[in-house]
């Protein structure tokens, strides 16, 4: 079993003995220490709740509510949902903050409560940080029965979240209802399966084969959106000659497209698509973290904009976008973030940028595909022995390599040219990340082979 306790929230496997997995006792532990710091932080006693569709969310969900109701905070439950959804919720319910209950591309086993802030967005190291000290000092104090906090059930937001993504000036319905696409949509059987159709009706797509979209939480496959996960829906598209495939993770904040021939437009792209489409029309600058490809620089520079690089994970993508002004940034993984409409992963947003953009273009998928920047990433790792010292490592890797441009925001990141090695060190294992782009293949395979034979070297000095 599993638990793993960070600055966003809180994830593990279901089961187990508590402490160790994401029981009953850590659900009401963590959910009371967030009350807690929420209540602290704003003075409201309001807060979001919404969950994808695993096959725990129920069970979580009610201890989720009969703890917030302890601490007499109103809930505002959405039921199954999507992160995105809960982010847009906050803001216009006024709440101190929102819980997303879902382990996002995890397997079935796993579930997770991710945190937001009165804002809707995920909230920072610092809030994290205080959230779990709350948590392990364990002075909870709940409420008189006479303040007990009161439960709303509210399934308006499929609908508002729809008319938000509908009212984007970059959105155009009557372009998408005109290019009268045949779409073939892969669910993984949660609430995409709920939002994506209901999304693509109202931008006037006629055509959607549903494939997954039964939200019962029986992932069919390995609910990452990743090639060989997608093989069902790469067959589907070529089988119903469609025009794409559409991918989403369970908690539809990851967003991926198959092209009309059954290959992989790759989730790097989505981004970089998306992007091209808004720096058309928009002048601004983007971001991205930095094990994300170099196409979305390349796209950007073009444009008249600047580029700039973040670390990992997404709290830290939104604070450079805010920081740069940036009009859009995400993450390579299928991550779109819009400000336009808020800050936060959505692939709602990603879906109606993108028809918009594929019919404005008049393009097939793999024709839009092949006007970019050509690149791949090659990920690799390289296990270490628990005592070792993984900074002093890269350390010394970035002194071999201090003539090339290179960032140490997040673990070390070294250029060469248009090419360029990502090391970070893992949270939870004495492993590093070796992730590399080049031109090809082989060409990014090539330099991480490179840096992994210079870290052997000093290791053994």
Not at 328 to 353: C, F, K, M
């Amino acid at each position: 079993m599993t638990l793993i306790k960070s600055i966003s929230g809180i994830r593990g496997t279901i089961g187990g003995a508590a402490g160790d997995g994401l029981t009953p006792v850590d659900i009401v532990k963590f959910t009371s220490a967030f009350g807690t710091w929420a209540i602290s932080k704003s003075g409201i006693k309001k807060i979001v709740i919404g969950r994808d569709a695993r096959i725990s969310g129920s069970m979580v969900n009610n201890l989720v509510i009969g703890t917030l109701q302890g601490l007499g905070i109103d809930v505002i439950d959405l039921g199954l949902s999507t992160t995105p959804t809960v982010e847009i919720a906050v803001p216009l319910e006024q709440a101190a903050g929102g819980i997303i209950l879902t382990a996002s591309h995890n397997p079935k086993q796993w579930n997770a409560l991710k945190l937001l802030n009165s804002k809707g967005e995920f909230i920072s190291d610092t809030d994290g940080k205080d959230v779990l000290e709350i948590a392990e000092r364990g002075d909870l104090k709940y409420a008189d029965v006479d303040d007990l906090g009161k439960v709303t059930q509210d399934d308006s937001y499929l609908q508002k979240h729809i008319d938000a993504v509908l009212a984007l000036p970059l959105v155009d319905v009557a372009a998408i209802a005109k290019a009268d696409f045949n779409v073939v949509i892969d669910c993984v059987n949660s609430t995409g399966g709920i939002f994506i159709p209901a999304l693509l009706k109202a931008l006037g797509v006629k055509t959607v084969h549903e494939l997954y979209c039964e939200p019962d939480g029986k992932f069919p496959h390995n609910p990452e959106p990743l090639p060989e996960n997608l093989i069902a829906l790469s067959q589907e598209v070529v089988k119903k000659k469609a025009n794409l495939g559409i991918a989403v993770d369970p908690d539809v904040d990851r967003l991926c497209f198959v092209n009309e021939d059954g290959s992989m437009f790759g989730e790097e792209y989505t981004l970089v698509a998306v992007a091209d489409y808004v720096l058309k029309n928009t002048v601004g600058n983007t971001v991205s973290n930095l094990s994300s490809t170099r196409a979305l620089r390349d796209v950007t520079e073009k444009a008249g904009g600047e580029y700039h690089a973040a670390a990992v994970g997404e709290v830290n993508v939104v604070n450079k976008m805010k920081e740069t002004n940036a009009i859009i940034g995400g993450e390579g993984n299928g991550g779109v973030i819009y400000p336009e409409s808020h800050y936060g992963r959505d692939a709602l947003v990603g879906i109606a940028l993108f028809l918009t953009h594929l019919a404005k273009s008049g393009k097939t998928v793999s024709a839009l595909r092949a006007s970019y920047p050509a690149y791949f990433i090659s990920k690799n790792k390289i296990t270490l022995t628990p005592e070792m010292d993984i900074d002093a490592l890269l350390l010394k890797v970035e002194e071999k390599y201090k003539k090339q441009p290179h960032s140490t925001i997040d673990g070390l990141k070294i250029e060469f040219d248009k090419e360029w090695v990502h090391l970070r060190r893992s949270n939870t294992e004495p492993i590093i990340r070796i992730y590399s782009e080049g031109n090809s293949e082989t060409v990014a395979n090539n330099l991480a082979n490179k840096i992994i034979a210079d870290i052997k070297e000093i290791l053994s000095i």
